[in-house]
């Protein structure tokens, strides 16, 4: 199995939301730094969140302030992202990283990563 699975993507409508969840196995994710980035068709990879292991501070980008929830569950060893508000410009594959700590809302020198989920938004 993939150290990293992403689940809860799919088809939502704009001013909807989701939930996206990345269970680990294999490790133990409350040591690492969690980062959530999305990758659109044709546009660069976007960090978008990071949730740090010591003290679960979280960091956004500009584009999902206020609409975007990211945080932890140790004992689950998963990890989530609530999108709320979503827009059609959140179309994207949604990818979940775990590394050494966040540098804003970038987790860095990531050890594991997921395959991905597709969130699509459209009316």
């Known amino acids: 199995q993939a150290p990293l699975v992403e689940s809860g993507g799919g088809l939502g409508q704009p001013g909807g939301s989701l939930r996206l969840s990345c269970a680990a196995s294999?490790?133990?994710?409350?040591?690492?730094?969690i980062g959530w980035y999305r990758q659109a068709p044709g546009k660069q990879r976007e960090d978008i969140s990071c949730i740090s292991s010591t003290d679960g501070t979280t960091y956004y980008a500009r584009s999902v302030q206020g609409r975007f929830t990211i945080s932890r569950d140790n004992a689950k060893n998963t990890g989530y992202l609530q999108m709320n508000r979503l827009e059609p410009e959140d179309t994207a594959v949604y990818y979940c990283?775990?590394?050494?700590?966040?540098?804003?809302?970038?987790?860095?020198?990531?050890?594991?990563w997921g395959q991905g989920t597709q969130v699509s938004i459209s009316s």
């Open positions: 990283v775990a590394g050494s700590f966040c540098a804003d809302h970038i987790a860095v020198n990531n050890k594991y």
């Open positions: 294999g490790f133990p994710l409350s040591v690492y730094a």
